[in-house]
């Protein structure tokens, strides 16, 4: 079954900590890999895009990583800030008889000042 | 560039009845993606279009549909609603091919089924 597994489920750091979050995908074959941002109350906001040829991409203080053959996503956020507190959600499209996407339930991050 | 626009906002029904939300792209986007998002089942995928075509469906049942128009703006239905269909639909356009591109997002239309 194709799923996308993320933890933690939530997380609390202080501002200007970093962080890192998970995102664990059995979705098979691989097309795509993203990462959304998602203020409460509003849609979704892209992070970064990684196809499976790619192992790092960078946007600002976001970085995420994909190791293709583990299957396995990070997103590490660098000095963060209160703006950053909202949900992050792994995104896997896959080509299984037509493309599919596939949501992970999304890490809640609360930054604290 | 305007965003993603999506009509109406919010929007109340009761069971039975029928539905239709309305989403225009960011103008010269082709693809239009449609997403329901739900506390319990999280966002799930229903359909996207490219040029009038739908590409790809989810797996819901077939109440829901939706459709294209040549100048990319996007409408879906659902009929005979149900409480379990009450949710943030949402929308996303994106430039061209959707498995590679951007995809943005709109504020999304909240709908309560009583």
């Known amino acids: 079954k194709n799923q996308v597994e993320q933890s933690p489920q939530s997380l609390i750091i202080l501002e200007g900590k970093n962080c890192t979050l998970q995102c664990n995908y059995t979705v098979s074959p691989f097309s795509n890999l993203r990462w959304y941002k998602q203020d409460t109350g509003r849609g979704p906001v892209s992070l970064t895009i990684m196809t499976f040829s790619e192992n790092t991409k960078s946007n600002g203080r976001y970085t995420a990583t994909l190791d293709a053959d583990t299957k396995q996503s990070s997103l590490h956020i660098t000095a963060s800030q209160l703006s950053d507190s909202a949900s992050y959600i792994c995104v896997v499209r896959g080509n299984t008889g037509g493309f599919k996407t596939i949501f992970g339930a999304g890490t809640r991050l609360f930054v604290k000042a | 560039k305007a965003g993603v626009t999506q009509t109406p906002r919010y929007l109340i029904k009761t069971r039975g009845q029928q539905v239709t939300l309305s989403c225009s792209p960011i103008s010269g986007h082709r693809s239009v993606s449609w997403y329901q998002q739900t506390p319990g089942q999280g966002l799930q995928f229903l359909f996207e279009?490219?040029?009038?075509?739908?590409?790809n469906k989810g797996n819901f049942p077939g109440r829901f549909s939706g459709r294209q128009f040549s100048n990319s703006r996007s409408e879906m239905n659902v009929s005979t609603l149900e409480l379990g269909d009450s949710a943030l639909y949402l929308c996303?356009?994106?430039?061209?091919?959707?498995?590679?591109?951007?995809?943005?997002f709109g504020p999304g239309t909240r709908l309560t089924v009583l």
């Open positions: 279009y490219f040029s009038e075509t739908q590409r």
């Open positions: 996303a356009s994106s430039l061209g091919r959707v498995d590679t591109d951007t995809q943005y």
